[in-house]
């Protein structure tokens, strides 16, 4: 079965400290792939998609993530973290076929202490 | 603005009282979509609508009906809410030809 797993539910960093937020999903054939964020009582934000074109992709606020075809991952990095970045992580993937359909892993609550 | 709207944002309710969360968007999308928000599950799809008049189940649509009478509003309905839909509830929007779905700000249902 198509899934997203997000490894780690809570993660916590020092204010300057480098953010890895990790995302792998489960596909033989490269998906669309998102991060959004959620910050508290709000709605989802996109931050990054990857689309098939460069494997680096660049996002909002200083994150990036980077598409590895041979270990099926997606992870979300910043190099600084920053006492704003505190909010929920969730990777999300559009699997070929799926029109729209996004599957979403279980997401990754970011803590970022001073 | 462009955006999506959801009404009410926050609700508390009895089990088994009919309920309908409305859902709006400005931006002429195509695609509407109903999530779910669960503690340590992620989204998961209720219903989804490609167009006017055309919806279909997601992965988790027991005890949810929409509609799609006109291209701007996907309604949610709960006809017999029950303690387990308690939950935070999602609609997004985006047009057919891409994948960066636009979420609404939720509403938290509680039913007791």
């Known amino acids: 079965a198509q899934s997203v797993t997000q490894l780690g539910s809570h993660v916590s960093v020092s204010e300057g400290a480098l953010v890895l937020l990790r995302c792998n999903y489960s596909s033989s054939v490269p998906p669309y792939l998102f991060w959004y964020v959620q910050y508290p009582n709000q709605g989802l934000q996109l931050l990054l998609k990857y689309t098939s074109a460069a494997t680096l992709v660049k996002g909002i606020n200083g994150f990036e993530a980077e598409f590895k075809k041979s270990e099926t991952s997606f992870h979300l990095t910043k190099p600084s973290a920053h006492m704003s970045d505190a909010a929920e992580y969730f990777c999300?993937?559009?699997?070929?076929?799926?029109?729209?359909?996004?599957?979403f892993g279980a997401g990754t609550r970011l803590a970022v202490h001073p | 603005e462009a955006q999506v709207t959801q009404n009410p944002r926050y609700l508390i309710t009895v089990t088994g009282k009919k309920l309908t969360v409305t859902c709006s968007q400005n931006m002429n999308h195509e695609y509407m979509s109903w999530y779910r928000q669960d503690p340590g599950l992620g989204l998961r799809q209720i219903y989804y609508?490609?167009?006017?008049?055309?919806?279909d189940k997601g992965d988790v649509p027991e005890g949810y009906k929409v509609s799609r009478k006109e291209k701007r509003n996907f309604p949610l309905i709960l006809e017999s809410p029950s303690p387990n839909q308690t939950s935070l509830y999602f609609c997004?929007?985006?047009?057919?030809?891409?994948?960066?779905?636009?979420f609404g700000p939720g509403t938290r249902l509680t039913v007791l």
């Open positions: 999300a993937v559009r699997f070929s076929g799926g029109y729209n359909k996004l599957i």
């Open positions: 609508s490609m167009n006017v008049e055309v919806t």
């Open positions: 997004a929007s985006s047009p057919l030809e891409t994948d960066t779905q636009y």
